[in-house]
């Protein structure tokens, strides 16, 4: 079974989880590359649509993902990859997840706390 | 803060998550009107991109997935929906999770047990 990277331009959605502690840290967009490239090496890769470029995540802050098991579903159209991060958080705003804001009576509020400071980390590039 | 649903032509992915277990369920897409319709009805709809319509999950097996919170990413342009899912399993197919295969040596591998029989909850419309 491959997966299907026909549906979305040729990536796919890969979801970010904790293989320790359950918690979701983040999404991105994998192509045929990155997948390949996260299996080979062991570290989480994406395809920055925004850069149009394979994004080593953890390149710049260091803050990479060790691949532990990955996962596919009934579609083969995404993956779940569970992690182990290195590092104190994913998000480049400083948190442990990206999913740091939660909807509360129709309004995006922070919910989490920040665990590192992202300019000692990404300087003037966060 | 609004969603951004302008990346990927008016949906964004959600990741839909159990909120007791922390189990990945499934991914889809919401459009904005999805999106609407799950907060306001506290059942997860989504837009079904091979139907092209919205999508209340479970309106054929009757396994909804009951909102208990959502997040967003520090892009505002994903969700993750964290839900106690009603009956035994999400999956079309019969399993708990539509993330039941599991990459091993290169090859996707069934990992999980079926905890339901689709033909009988779909009939031929699985």
Redesign the interface.
Known sequence: ?DLDFG??DGLI?A?I?DAA????L??GFMNEEAFRMS?ETGFATFYS?SRKKLWLKGETSGHRLAVK????????D?V?VMVEPIGPGV???G?ES??????EN?E?KT?DERVYDPAAVYGGKA
Chains 1, 2 share one sequence.
């Open positions: 079974m549906k979305l959605p979801v989880q502690s359950g918690r979701v983040m999404t299996v649509r098991e990955i996962r596919t579903d009934c579609d083969a995404t779940l998000c480049h705003e948190y990206c999913f740091f804001r939660k909807l129709g995006w919910a």
